[in-house]
């Protein structure tokens, strides 16, 4: 009997507790409220980001404060390490030899490299700082323009004295192979003939394509058939040539004999 006045008053507390649970969801120390967000006045912001350097810059690379040194020492050039606050110099002595010299090192006896900034290095004299800024007295050097390329002119073909080529000696010294793609013709392969004097003098190179004469485009068989009717005595003949992936004007100038 006592066994099951236990079991009973057990059931009854855990009943208890169940319907208290259901009853009053929330924690019994209060209703839980996340923490509202602070929001810096922009004073604080200004004075927080004022202090803030992003850049991890030393106090030594700000604005110059120290003395300028009266020493006869010569800037040429600053190495700034930005992650680390470092850096290093070259700096000539009185002597004019130039030297880098790291931060910290001994630059003469009793002055050490204590700071670089981008237009100036702080020394330790004996415990004093100084400033040693680089020389700007001159003129910033200028670089000279690059020279333009010249621009391409024709290549005029001459196989005399007087720059010219008879008509019968162009016939049998460049010969004309059509290129067709697909069915049709778009283009002539050129081709010198005997010793290759007049092709050369044409101006023309081996594996050249002749793409137009005149302005006309060689788009057919008639218009490479056409062609021999343009050697004709004084004429000037002006060829668009395909030669690799570029394309150039040749000019070539007939005599009148």
Same mark, same amino acid.
């Given at each position: 009997?006592?066994?099951?006045?236990?079991?009973?008053?057990?059931?009854?507390?855990?009943?208890?507790?169940?319907?208290?649970?259901?009853?009053?969801?929330?924690?019994?120390?209060?209703?839980?409220?996340?923490?509202?967000?602070?929001?810096?006045?922009?004073?604080?912001?200004?004075?927080?980001?004022?202090?803030?350097?992003?850049?991890?810059?030393?106090?030594?690379?700000?604005?110059?404060?120290?003395?300028?040194?009266?020493?006869?020492?010569?800037?040429?050039?600053?190495?700034?390490?930005?992650?680390?606050?470092?850096?290093?110099?070259?700096?000539?002595?009185?002597?004019?030899?130039?030297?880098?010299?790291?931060?910290?090192?001994?630059?003469?006896?009793?002055?050490?490299? &204590? =700071?670089? /900034?981008?237009?100036?290095?702080?020394?330790?004299?004996? +415990? $004093? !700082?100084? #400033? @040693?800024?680089?020389?700007?007295?001159?003129?910033?050097?200028?670089?000279?323009?690059?020279?333009?390329?010249?621009?391409?002119?024709?290549?005029?073909?001459?196989?005399?004295?007087?720059?010219?080529?008879?008509?019968?000696?162009?016939?049998?010294?460049?010969?004309?192979?059509?290129?067709?793609?697909?069915?049709?013709?778009?283009?002539?392969?050129?081709?010198?003939?005997?010793?290759?004097?007049?092709?050369?003098?044409?101006?023309?190179?081996?594996?050249?394509?002749?793409?137009?004469?005149?302005?006309?485009?060689?788009?057919? &068989? =008639?218009? /490479?058939?056409?062609?021999?009717?343009?050697?004709?005595? +004084? $004429? !000037?003949? #002006? @060829?668009?040539?395909?030669?690799?992936?570029?394309?150039?004007?040749?000019?070539?100038?007939?005599?009148?004999?």
């Amino acid at each position: 009997m006592l066994l099951a006045g236990l079991l009973a008053l057990l059931l009854l507390i855990q009943l208890v507790r169940l319907v208290w649970t259901l009853a009053v969801p929330l924690s019994p120390l209060g209703a839980w409220q996340p923490q509202s967000a602070v929001i810096a006045s922009p004073a604080e912001r200004r004075a927080l980001f004022a202090s803030f350097d992003p850049f991890f810059r030393t106090g030594a690379q700000g604005p110059a404060s120290a003395t300028v040194t009266a020493l006869g020492l010569t800037l040429h050039g600053v190495n700034i390490n930005e992650a680390t606050g470092g850096g290093s110099a070259i700096i000539a002595g009185e002597d004019g030899v130039q030297a880098s010299h790291a931060v910290g090192d001994e630059i003469a006896p009793g002055v050490r490299l &204590a =700071g670089v /900034a981008f237009d100036h290095v702080l020394l330790d004299r004996g +415990g $004093a !700082r100084e #400033s @040693l800024f680089l020389d700007q007295s001159g003129e910033a050097p200028v670089a000279a323009p690059a020279t333009p390329l010249p621009a391409p002119t024709p290549e005029i073909g001459s196989a005399s004295a007087s720059g010219e080529i008879t008509p019968a000696a162009f016939r049998a010294g460049v010969g004309f192979v059509p290129r067709t793609e697909e069915g049709r013709v778009t283009g002539l392969v050129v081709q010198p003939q005997g010793d290759g004097a007049v092709f050369r003098a044409a101006g023309l190179r081996p594996g050249d394509v002749v793409r137009g004469i005149n302005g006309r485009p060689i788009a057919s &068989a =008639g218009d /490479a058939a056409a062609l021999a009717n343009q050697f004709a005595p +004084g $004429a !000037r003949i #002006s @060829l668009e040539v395909e030669r690799g992936a570029s394309v150039v004007p040749v000019a070539v100038f007939l005599s009148k004999q």
